[in-house]
C-alpha cells in the first residue's frame, strides 16, 4: 500500500509539471492590493535561519525565520517569525538535481503573510506542543542591490518602475492606506427570486453538472477530476482490478433519486427525508447542482446544510477520508455550454474547506491532520479554467481566495449558512455571525452574474430550505 501510495503521489507530481498551459503572468501593482485584502501581515525581515523544502501534491513549501525589521500592516509585536515560503512545483528551481531553496541565510525580504489557524473537530486534538497557527507566505519580494524583486514571478515592467526601496515601501503604504479607508456600499432586501425546501421530493429546476478536466484519456483516470451528475459515465483505467467496468448513477424509479459505486465509492444524489442529498466520497469527485437566472447580479444565498461522516470510506481499499467537509454554496455561476464543463465555468464561492487554497494547504499538508487542517470557511472566486492542473490555479491566477478563516465545523448539525453578492464584494456568514468579507478587484465580467449553486467535494452533505433574496443597493461608494 505504501509503495503505490509513492506511486500515486509521483504520478500526480508528473501531471502537475507537464501542463502545457500555466500561463504565468507577471506581479502588478493589483495583485499587490490584492495581497494586502487577503492577508493579515505585511513585513520586511531579514533571513536568519532556512530549512530544507518540505513537497505536497501542490507546492514545495520552505521554512524560514524571519528577523523582522518593519511592520507594514498588522500588529506582530515579536522580533522574529517562523515563516513558510511556498512556491509552485512548475516554478520550482533546480540545482545538481536537487531542490534550490526559494530563501537563505541573509536575504533580506517583504512578505504579505497570511495567519492560517488551525481548529480542532470532534474527535482531534492539538498535540501539546503544536502552534495553533501558521505564518504562511505564498509569495513575497527579496530586496536586492536596493531594489525589489519578485517571486515566484517578476515584477510588471509597470510595477519594475517603483522597485526601488523607498519607492516600493511608499506604494505599500498608499496601498495600505487605500485598504483601510475603503468604504463599501449599503444593500437591503429585496424580493425573493427562488425558494425551495424539497419537501415535494422533486429536482426540478436544478441541474447538474457534467464533465472532466482535461484531454480525452483524463475521463477515464481513476484520479481524474470530474464533475459528477446524472449522465455521466466513465470507464476507470486503476485500479487494475477494474479496469474495463463502467461507472454510472442508476435512478430509482420509485424516488426519483440517483445512486451507484463510482470509483470504488458510494454516491448517492436526490432528495432523502424532506432534504437534498449530496453523496460524493471518491477523490477529486464534485456534485454541482445549479438553479436559478444567469441574470441574477446582487443576491443573497440561504441554506441549512448538515454534514455528515462517511463511514463507507473508512474501508481499507479506498484511499480518502471519512469527511472531506469541502461544500458550500456558489454565486455568480456562468456555465457556457450548461450542464457541461471541463472547467470553464466561473463561480464565487462561500464554502468550508480549503479547495484550492494554497494558503491553507502548504505548509500543513505535511505537518496537521486532515482532520484538524480541513476546518475552514472560505471565499473563493474561480475564474473559466479549463486545461492544466487546478492545484495550481492561485499561482496562474484563474482562482482567487479573497478570505479564509479557521471554523470548526460540527458533524451532523445544522448549519446555516449564508451568503452575499454585491457588486466586487462577498460576505459569508454561518449561524448569523460574519465570517468572512473580500473584495474581488478588478472585476471580471464573468462575474458581475449568474446562477446559484450547491457543491461538495468527496463529503457527505445535505441541504434544505435554500433561498435566494434580491439585494438592492442604497448608495455608491466603491469602485468596482
Known amino acids: 500500500m505504501q509503495a503505490a501510495r509513492h506511486v500515486w503521489i509521483g504520478g500526480v507530481l508528473a501531471a502537475l509539471c507537464a ?43 520552505q521554512e524560514v525565520y524571519l528577523r523582522v525589521k518593519d511592520v507594514y500592516m498588522g500588529d506582530y509585536p515579536h522580533s522574529e517569525m517562523r515563516l513558510f515560503l511556498n512556491l509552485p512545483i512548475c516554478l520550482h528551481r533546480e540545482k545538481a538535481g536537487r531542490p534550490a531553496l526559494a530563501a537563505n541565510v541573509g536575504d533580506e525580504l517583504i512578505a504579505p503573510v497570511k495567519a492560517i489557524r488551525i481548529s480542532a473537530v470532534w ?57 483601510r479607508s475603503a468604504r463599501h456600499d449599503e444593500y437591503r432586501l429585496g424580493r425573493v427570486l427562488f ?110 446544510v448538515y454534514n455528515y461522516l462517511d463511514r463507507a470510506l473508512l474501508l481499507p481499499e479506498l484511499i480518502a477520508q ?63 479554467d479549463p486545461d492544466g492542473p487546478r492545484e495550481l490555479s492561485f499561482w496562474r491566477k484563474r482562482t482567487h481566495i479573497l478570505a479564509c478563516a479557521a471554523y470548526r465545523i460540527p458533524p451532523n448539525k445544522r448549519i446555516r449558512l ?7 464584494r462577498v460576505e459569508g456568514y454561518i449561524d448569523g455571525v460574519k465570517h468572512l468579507d473580500g473584495v474581488l478587484s478588478p472585476m471580471p465580467d464573468v462575474l458581475r452574474a449568474g446562477r446559484m449553486a450547491l457543491w461538495v467535494f468527496e463529503t457527505w452533505a445535505e441541504f434544505d430550505n435554500v433561498k435566494v433574496t434580491e439585494l438592492v443597493r442604497l448608495n455608491r461608494t466603491a469602485r468596482e
Open 19 to 61: 501542463g502545457r498551459t500555466h500561463a504565468w503572468q507577471n506581479v502588478t501593482a493589483n495583485d499587490l492590493m490584492n495581497e494586502i485584502r487577503r492577508n493579515d501581515l505585511v513585513v520586511r525581515g531579514t533571513v536568519v535561519r532556512a530549512r530544507g523544502e518540505r513537497f505536497t501534491p501542490h507546492a514545495f513549501t
Open 195 to 304: 425558494f425551495d425546501d424539497f419537501d415535494d421530493h422533486s429536482l426540478a429546476g436544478w441541474t447538474f453538472l457534467v464533465g472532466h478536466r482535461g484531454n480525452a484519456a483524463a475521463i477515464d483516470s481513476f484520479y481524474g477530476e470530474k464533475w459528477v451528475g446524472p449522465g455521466l459515465r466513465w470507464k476507470h483505467k486503476y485500479p487494475r482490478s477494474k479496469r474495463g467496468t463502467r461507472g454510472r448513477l442508476n435512478r430509482d424509479k420509485a424516488t426519483g433519486n440517483y445512486g451507484g459505486v463510482l470509483d470504488g465509492a458510494r454516491l448517492e444524489i436526490g432528495v432523502y427525508n424532506g432534504r437534498f442529498r449530496l453523496r460524493c466520497n471518491r477523490l477529486w469527485h464534485h456534485v454541482t447542482v445549479v438553479a436559478g437566472d444567469p441574470n441574477w447580479q446582487d443576491y443573497q444565498v440561504e441554506c441549512d
Open 322 to 384: 471519512p469527511n472531506y467537509q469541502e461544500f458550500g454554496l456558489y454565486g455568480r455561476v456562468h456555465v457556457p455550454n450548461l450542464p457541461e464543463t471541463k472547467g470553464e465555468h466561473s463561480l464565487i464561492a462561500v464554502e468550508f474547506g480549503p479547495y484550492s487554497n494554497e494558503l491553507a494547504l502548504v505548509p500543513m499538508w505535511t505537518r496537521v491532520r486532515p482532520g484538524l487542517w480541513h476546518n475552514f470557511c472560505q471565499i473563493r472566486a474561480k475564474l473559466p
Open 418 to 424: 449564508k451568503a452575499r453578492f454585491m457588486g466586487n
Open 123 to 179: 474527535g482531534e486534538y492539538l498535540p501539546p506542543d503544536a502552534p495553533d497557527h501558521y505564518y504562511t507566505a505564498p509569495s513575497f519580494y527579496p530586496i536586492r542591490d536596493g531594489r525589489v524583486t519578485g517571486s515566484p514571478y517578476p515584477l510588471s515592467k509597470a510595477l519594475a518602475k517603483r522597485s526601488g526601496l523607498e519607492d516600493f515601501e511608499r506604494l505599500l503604504a498608499e496601498k495600505v492606506n487605500e485598504y
